[in-house]
C-alpha cells in the first residue's frame, strides 16, 4: 500500500470516519487535514468532491484515493476490510457530515467490528444537530428518521407510525420532494405542529423557516432548493381520557385553551380516547342531553 500514515507492523490497522464540512469548508476540524495528509487509504464518497475539499484546506493526499458509494459499498466493503486488516489506516469521508449517517459507512463500520478492527472517528459538523439546534424546538429528546420514503403510501404508513412519538423528529429530505414531506407529514401529525425547514446550513444562502406544518407545505409549494432537514415537534404527552361526556368535553376545552382548533382538538380527543369523533362532537355541543 502506498502512503506512511498510522500503518502498524503486524497489527490490524485502524477506521476513521471523518466528519466533513455541511457548508463552509473553514467549518472541518483542524485534525481532518492531518488525517488526510496521513492515511494510508482514503475512501470517499465523491472524488470530485474530495479534491475540491483538499484543495480548500490546502492538503495534499499521499495515500491512496478509492470510491466509496451507495453503488459499490457492497463490493468495496470487503476490499477495504482486506487493507485494514493488513495493517492500513483507512480514512472514511462522505460528501457532507459524518459517514454512516444517511451516508455510505454502515457496512464497513459493522464489518470492521466484526473483525476486531479498531474503529474511530474525527467528529464535526452534523447537519442533524445544527438543525436541531437553530429549530427552535424541544431538544432534550429527539430522534433521527433519514429520509422518508418517496412513494406516498409506504411514507404514509411510516408516518402514521411516528404519530404518538413524543421525541422531536429530524427527517432528511431532498428538495424537491420536500412539499410532498411537508404535506404528508401535516395529514399524519395535524396542520398544527410546529415545525422547521432548514436549508443550505452554515451556507451563504442559509434559511430557517419556522411555523405549523400546514403553513410550511403551503410555503414549500412555490420550490425549495439545497440541501434539506426538517426538525418536527413530538406528539403533547396525553392523559387516559375516560368515555363519559364531561370527561370528553372537559379533554376538548383543555386543547381549546392551549390554542388548539375546536375541530382538530375533537379529532385529537377521540383518537386518545379510543371514540367515535361524533360522541366527543355530542359531548362538545350537546351537554345538556348528557344525562
Known amino acids: 500500500m ?20 455541511i457548508g463552509r469548508p473553514e467549518d472541518a476540524p483542524p485534525r481532518l487535514a492531518t488525517e488526510l495528509a496521513t492515511a494510508d487509504v482514503v475512501a470517499a464518497e465523491d472524488t470530485r468532491r474530495l479534491k475540491r475539499l483538499t484543495t480548500d484546506l490546502g492538503v495534499t493526499i499521499t495515500g491512496r484515493v478509492v470510491s466509496y458509494f451507495e453503488g459499490n459499498e457492497s463490493g468495496r466493503t470487503p476490499q477495504l476490510l482486506e487493507m485494514l486488516l493488513a495493517g492500513d489506516r483507512v480514512l472514511l469521508v462522505t460528501d457532507a457530515g459524518m459517514p454512516s449517517v ?28 445544527t438543525a436541531l439546534a437553530v429549530s427552535g424546538l424541544p431538544v432534550d429528546r429527539f430522534c433521527f428518521e433519514g429520509f422518508l420514503p418517496r412513494k406516498a403510501g409506504e411514507r404514509a404508513r411510516r408516518l402514521a407510525g411516528l404519530a404518538d412519538e413524543q421525541r422531536t423528529m429530524v427527517f432528511f429530505e431532498a428538495p424537491h420532494r420536500t412539499q410532498a414531506a411537508l404535506a404528508a407529514l401535516a395529514e399524519a401529525f395535524g396542520a398544527d405542529r410546529p415545525a422547521a425547514v432548514c436549508r443550505e446550513l452554515t451556507k451563504t444562502h442559509e434559511e430557517v423557516r419556522r411555523g405549523p406544518l400546514a403553513e410550511l407545505a403551503e410555503w414549500a409549494g412555490e420550490g425549495v432548493r439545497g440541501e434539506v432537514t426538517l426538525v418536527v415537534a413530538g406528539a ?13 368535553r372537559a379533554a376538548v376545552a383543555e386543547r381549546e385553551a392551549a390554542g388548539t382548533p375546536r375541530k382538530a382538538a375533537i379529532l385529537e380527543v377521540a383518537q386518545a380516547a379510543g371514540v367515535p369523533k361524533r360522541e366527543v362532537y355530542d359531548a362538545v355541543h350537546k351537554p345538556q342531553e348528557d344525562s
Do not use: M, N, Q, W
Open 2 to 21: 502506498s502512503g506512511t500514515g498510522g500503518r502498524t507492523s503486524g497489527a490490524a490497522g485502524t477506521l476513521v470516519l471523518a466528519a466533513t464540512p
Open 102 to 129: 444517511s451516508d455510505p459507512g454502515y457496512r464497513l463500520v459493522a464489518a470492521a467490528v466484526e473483525a476486531d478492527v479498531h474503529v474511530t472517528a474525527v467528529p464535526g459538523p452534523s447537519a442533524v444537530l
Open 236 to 248: 403533547a404527552p396525553t392523559a387516559a381520557i375516560g368515555s363519559a361526556p364531561a370527561e370528553l
